[in-house]
């Protein structure tokens, strides 16, 4: 009697740990459609608003804090960075122009700016060589390269080049459902020592009117 007890209890806390497991959603293959036809359908995408974690990274060091940016896809751009509820930065671009407080070198505004806005609109993409690899697709063009992978249509990796010879590396990881689509969660931007890494928690796609 007392076994019998022992294995109904044990498979009642199965059932409760399984039941109030959260249900993974597997990504949808997208394998055979057009990945042209993938990037055109993103275009009427005019802003995108973000809700994150961000980490700054350089050599050894790190500083974490929450952040929150809206960005056009000209490339005008308002982020904040929060640390313990306090805001602890702020950067603004406007036609190119870009403040912050406090200052940043040019580096890390390279990675704020041209890094975070192609990033985010991975899929704009202008004049571009179309390549087929293995597992993915290459579209190039004179400063940008960026492979989606062809199950998933979702990037996992851009270079972006820009002037003496500096280049910035961006890595995606994690694809998750965010408000309906699928989108990578996790966003490494890197250039020379300097790397920003972003956890998107919640994202919103403006549609231009």
Not at 43 to 55: G, H, L, R, Y
Not at 86 to 107: C, H, M, Q, W, Y
């Amino acid at each position: 009697m007392l076994k019998i007890v022992s294995k109904l209890f044990f498979l009642s806390i199965l059932f409760i740990i399984f039941a109030c497991a959260p249900r993974r959603v597997e990504i949808p293959s997208y394998e055979g459609v057009d990945v042209r036809e993938v990037l055109a359908a993103k275009k009427p995408v005019s802003d995108i608003e973000a809700v994150f974690s961000i980490t700054f990274e350089k050599e050894d060091t790190s500083v974490k804090g929450d952040g929150r940016a809206n960005i056009s896809r000209n490339g005008d751009l308002d982020l904040r960075v929060y640390s313990f509820g306090f805001l602890a930065f702020e950067l603004a671009t406007r036609d190119g122009i870009i403040k912050s407080d406090p200052p940043v070198d040019r580096n890390k505004a390279a990675i704020l700016t041209y890094g975070l806005r192609d990033c985010l609109f991975w899929w704009d993409i202008d004049e571009y060589r179309l390549e087929e690899e293995k597992d993915a697709f290459l579209f190039s063009n004179a400063v940008r390269k960026i492979w989606i992978d062809k199950k998933t249509m979702l990037p996992f990796k851009q270079m972006i080049s820009l002037s003496e010879d500096r280049e910035l590396v961006i890595t995606y990881e994690n694809p998750e459902k965010i408000n309906g689509i699928w989108y990578p969660s996790k966003i490494r931007i890197q250039l020379a020592r300097y790397s920003v890494i972003l956890v998107i928690k919640d994202m919103l796609f403006v549609l231009e009117t």
